[in-house]
C-alpha cells in the first residue's frame, strides 16, 4: 500500500509541471503616447493634423523615435477629432495651433480611441 501510495505521488509530482507550463499569461499591450498639432478650421472640422512626436509612456517622457506611425493610425485620429464628441462648437474654436495626445497599440492601427487605464469590473 506505501508503494502504491508512493507511485501514485510520484507520477502526480512529474505530470504537474509539465501542465502549469502550458498556462502562460495573456500579454499586455504595449501603448505609446502620440502628439499631434491640430489646427481646427472656423467650422470646427480638422484643418491640419501634424504627427509631433511618440512617446513611450514605459520611460517617463522618453522618445520612442524606433516606433512608426502609420498613415490608417493619422486617419483614425482625423476621424475621432472630427467626430460630434471632440469637434469643438462654432464658438468655441480655438484660433490657434491646439497639442493634443492619444494612445496608440502597434496591434491596432486602425484605434485612435484607446485608454490605457484599467477598468473597473
Given at each position: 500500500?506505501?508503494?502504491?501510495?508512493?507511485?501514485?505521488?510520484?507520477?502526480?509530482?512529474?505530470?504537474?509541471?509539465?501542465?502549469?507550463?502550458?498556462?502562460?499569461?495573456?500579454?499586455?499591450?504595449?501603448?505609446?503616447a502620440v502628439v499631434f498639432g491640430v489646427v481646427f478650421a472656423t467650422s470646427g472640422d480638422v484643418g491640419q493634423l501634424r504627427l509631433l512626436k511618440v512617446v513611450d509612456p514605459r520611460k517617463g517622457n522618453a522618445d520612442a523615435p524606433e516606433?512608426?506611425?502609420?498613415?490608417?493610425?493619422?486617419?483614425?485620429?482625423?476621424?475621432?477629432?472630427?467626430?460630434?464628441?471632440?469637434?469643438?462648437?462654432?464658438?468655441?474654436?480655438?484660433?490657434?495651433?491646439?497639442?493634443?495626445?492619444?494612445?496608440?497599440?502597434?496591434?491596432?492601427?486602425?484605434?485612435?480611441?484607446?485608454?490605457?487605464?484599467?477598468?473597473?469590473?
Open positions: 500500500m506505501l508503494r502504491l501510495l508512493f507511485v501514485l505521488l510520484l507520477t502526480l509530482g512529474t505530470i504537474a509541471p509539465g501542465a502549469r507550463a502550458d498556462t502562460t499569461p495573456p500579454k499586455t499591450p504595449r501603448f505609446y516606433v512608426a506611425i502609420p498613415e490608417q493610425y493619422v486617419e483614425a485620429v482625423r476621424r475621432m477629432l472630427n467626430s460630434p464628441r471632440y469637434r469643438p462648437s462654432a464658438d468655441a474654436v480655438p484660433k490657434d495651433e491646439v497639442y493634443m495626445y492619444f494612445f496608440h497599440d502597434p496591434a491596432r492601427p486602425d484605434r485612435a480611441d484607446l485608454d490605457p487605464r484599467p477598468r473597473p469590473r
